[in-house]
């Protein structure tokens, strides 16, 4: 009977719940789980943590870089943290599952380098040098631009903050939430706190694997002209309808207007000058003519 008391009151609590406090219960939750699993596998490479599955089922997938400490020998670490997440939010034994899942690019993941870089600044590596070598690692990962600001007391007692840049980075619109990822750490040294920020601008690929699959808005892709294909009609055809009636249109022969030669055409008539040159006839009158003349001026 009490096991059926029970389940009725929580059927009755979740009829209650509203959506909004589900969501603050949920994101409690989650932030309370990720700082828990921070603490805990930092040193292995924790990496983000994934909450899912059914209503009476909850499954948390665990991601880091070395998956097998996480797990630990015969799976006694994975089960050692699964008692500690029932005991801490009163779960029911076998409502929660703990998976470790790999991360595939070390390097493009924002929260493993923070903790990679936290783990070399305790130990005494100075922080110039410590935070060029995670930039170098980054960006030889294929990762488009890499940004890391530390601020705190860094080397005298005058606090100020160092930001070290590389490659393309975003601020700003839709496309930074989609390919920027961030994460923030605090250590705790002997001259006091610092603070660490890591921003990553992952590289676009299509499958999503190795990065973002969202195209950003201003990429302008120009293809390539398609190659004109000629079409399959045979040439001097087509859809002329013959108003002829069937007539032959075959040529008729033309007789083209014959035509002078332009020099004869253009040539002018020669002209006979009307008075004769002085003591003598014409120059273009003949010698028979010449002779008439004389002999009828011999007489007169």
């Known amino acids: 009977m009490d096991t059926k008391g029970e389940s009725k009151d929580n059927q009755v609590e979740l009829a209650d719940i509203s959506t909004k406090r589900k969501f603050v219960k949920d994101g409690v939750f989650f932030a309370e789980l990720d700082e828990f699993l921070t603490r805990e596998l930092g040193e292995d490479g924790y990496s983000g943590v994934e909450v899912r599955g059914p209503v009476n089922r909850t499954e948390i997938i665990i991601k880091a870089t070395r998956t097998q400490h996480v797990i630990g020998e015969k799976g006694r670490r994975i089960r050692e943290l699964t008692s500690l997440i029932q005991k801490r939010f009163n779960m029911a034994p076998g409502t929660v599952a703990l998976y470790a899942e790999k991360v595939k690019n070390r390097g493009l993941c924002a ?3 923070a903790e990679s870089l936290c783990f070399r600044l305790m130990e005494g ?4 040098r410590a935070c060029y070598s995670v930039l170098r690692y980054v960006m030889e990962s294929e990762a488009k631009g890499c940004e890391i600001i530390i601020s705190g007391k860094l080397r005298a007692q005058r606090a100020k903050s160092m930001k070290f840049k590389d490659g393309y980075m975003i601020t700003s619109g839709d ?4 390919y920027i990822d961030e994460a923030v750490r605090h250590i705790k040294l002997k001259q006091g706190v610092l603070g660490i920020k890591v921003k990553i601008m992952l590289p676009y690929d299509a499958k999503g694997k190795e990065g973002c699959s969202v195209v950003q808005p201003d990429v302008v892709t120009v293809l390539e002209p398609k190659e004109e294909k000629e079409l399959d009609i045979p040439p001097k055809t087509g859809y002329a309808v013959d108003m002829t009636g069937g007539a032959s249109t075959q040529p008729t022969a033309t007789t083209e207007p014959q035509t002078m030669p332009p020099t004869e055409a253009m040539a002018p008539a020669p002209m006979a000058s009307m ?3 002085m003591g003598g ?12 003349g004389g002999l009828v001026g011999a007489d007169m």
Not at 125 to 128: G, K, N, Q, S, Y
Not at 175 to 178: G, I, V
């Open 281 to 292: 006839a014409p120059a273009s009158m003949p010698p028979s003519a010449m002779a008439q």
């Open 175 to 178: 496309a930074a939430n989609h």
């Open 125 to 128: 590596i100075a922080v110039r």
């Open 111 to 113: 929260v493993a380098q």
């Open 275 to 277: 008075a004769p040159p």
